[in-house]
């Protein structure tokens, strides 16, 4: 049985192994996300303490890591060839990644469920999420769980991003 739940300082190794390994399978496809250090284990540590680092757990071990906010991202500020659905708070999940071994299970899901059950705790009714053009996978993850694209964002050093969001 698959969990979700906060991160803590002992899943760091775990949580970095993912995401090399995301990185690598990115890497192998032409896909230049996660290319230049980031995300490392520095952010990981902050996403612990600020609250927003959460895993998946199987059988007791960490399977996926995610970053869920509800901070304003002022990366969203300005979005181009497009608009938001609206401009009201909103949740936003960042840096889904799954162990090599779970990909394809639509385990992913459920870090989008957790997300959408947060915010509805908050009286929230929107969340965002952002990602590379050629990350045919996550797209096809947001629009299975009801995100709709909006325009582009920047992220980092000005690199495009496809922005989504969905009205829960």
Not at 97 to 109: E, Q, S, V
Request: hydrophobic letters at 35%; one cysteine or more.
């Amino acid at each position: 049985m698959a969990e979700i739940r906060k991160a803590v300082s002992e899943d760091v190794p775990f949580i970095v192994e993912i995401i090399s390994a995301a990185t690598a399978y990115f890497r192998s496809r032409g896909i230049d996300q996660w290319q230049r250090g980031y995300p490392n284990a520095e952010s990981v540590r902050k996403d612990i303490a600020d609250g927003t680092g959460y895993v998946l757990v199987e059988n007791g071990e960490v399977t996926g890591t995610c970053c869920i906010s509800f901070d304003t991202d002022p990366n969203y500020a300005v979005i181009e060839n497009g608009n938001w659905l609206n401009d009201e708070p909103y949740g936003v999940i960042h840096r889904i990644a799954l162990r090599p071994d779970r990909k394809g299970k639509h385990l992913a899901d459920q870090f989008i469920l957790q997300a959408h059950k947060m915010a509805e705790e908050r009286r929230i009714k929107n969340l965002r999420a952002d990602t590379h053009a050629d990350n045919h996978s996550m797209q096809r993850l947001l629009e299975r769980n009801g995100f709709v694209p909006c325009g582009r964002v920047y992220v980092g050093e000005h690199e495009p991003r496809i922005a989504y969001q969905k009205k829960c």
